[in-house]
């Protein structure tokens, strides 16, 4: 009598329908940004006075602002600026938080405990009062808000980072590089850092959303993005006086936006995050 062999079956690991939908929004929003010269109906800056605060319909799919802009073009156009903005703001937290957690876990002593207590006292002041601060020395506008919180943001970063790098380090494969006399600075460039960048990644996708959100209260405060940019942000603050005359769309549609992104990229980069964490492991 032959033995029954039996063979493993691999589950595949589905992907939750909340997953799949933020995914989704955020596959659209990327792409109404990249094609907005083609997708936008008028000019984002085209001021109409005569049609000043109209409501949806045919020739204003969601309606005007206080000058007639076309509320569908200026958030095609702001997309841009509020999905760049946090790409080049968390690439530099990463720059400078990845060296300096990597410099902390691969020298230690008083090198670890520096940069341990300057990323605390960073830590413990307010992210966005630090930024602030800042704009209020170099002045307002979209490069200083991305360049002070890169600052801000660096500390979580290396904090994590840090975290990673000290498990990474006590492996067996960076013994046996020092054994064979490579160096420090080779090793952490060539492999450590490398062996991080998935969970590192991961983590800052997750902090994509918190990051677009940070930009936006900055325009929305007048410190960010400036008139005549459509950043969603700014565009919220402008449309506020509008709530008033009982138009709630200026608004309503830029704070629409911001909301559904910054879920999705909650949604999605939690999802990324724990599955490039496994990867890595």
């Known amino acids: ?16 329908l ?12 990327v792409l109404a940004a990249l094609l907005a010269p083609w997708l936008a109906p008028y000019a ?4 109409d006075l005569s049609a000043s605060l109209a409501g949806t319909g045919g020739d204003h799919l969601l309606g005007t602002d206080s000058s007639g802009q076309d509320l569908l073009s200026r958030v095609l156009y702001g997309a841009r600026s509020s999905l760049v903005a946090p790409v080049l703001l968390l690439a530099l937290a990463a720059l400078l ?9 691969w020298r230690g002593g008083w090198t670890d405990a520096l940069v341990s207590r300057l990323t605390d006292v960073m830590y413990a002041f307010p992210g966005l009062l630090f930024t602030v601060l800042i704009i209020a020395v170099f002045g307002t506008g979209m490069t200083t808000s991305v360049l002070a ?4 943001y660096t500390p979580t970063v290396a904090k994590y980072t840090r975290s990673l790098a000290l498990a990474e380090s006590r492996k067996p494969y960076v013994d046996a590089y020092r054994v064979q006399g490579m160096g420090g600075a080779r090793i952490c460039a060539a492999h450590l850092v490398p062996n991080l960048a998935r969970a590192v990644v991961g983590y800052l996708v997750v902090l994509f959303g918190e990051a677009l959100m940070s930009l936006a209260t900055l325009s929305y405060l007048g410190f960010g993005a400036q008139p005549p940019s ?21 608004a309503l549609v830029p704070g629409t936006a911001i909301a559904l992104v910054v879920v999705s990229f909650n949604v999605v980069g939690v999802r990324a995050a724990d599955r490039l964490g496994r990867q890595a492991a």
Do not use: K, N
């Open 1 to 16: 009598m032959t033995a029954l062999t039996l063979t493993p079956v691999r589950v595949r690991d589905r992907r939750p």
């Open 18 to 29: 909340g997953v799949t939908v933020a995914a989704g929004l955020l596959v659209l929003v």
């Open 44 to 47: 984002p800056d085209a001021i």
């Open 97 to 105: 938080g990845v060296t300096l957690g990597v410099l902390a876990a």
């Open 149 to 152: 919180l890169g600052l801000a």
């Open 230 to 250: 459509s950043d969603w942000g700014l565009m919220v603050q402008e449309g506020q006086a509008a709530v008033v005359q009982g138009a709630l769309l200026p």
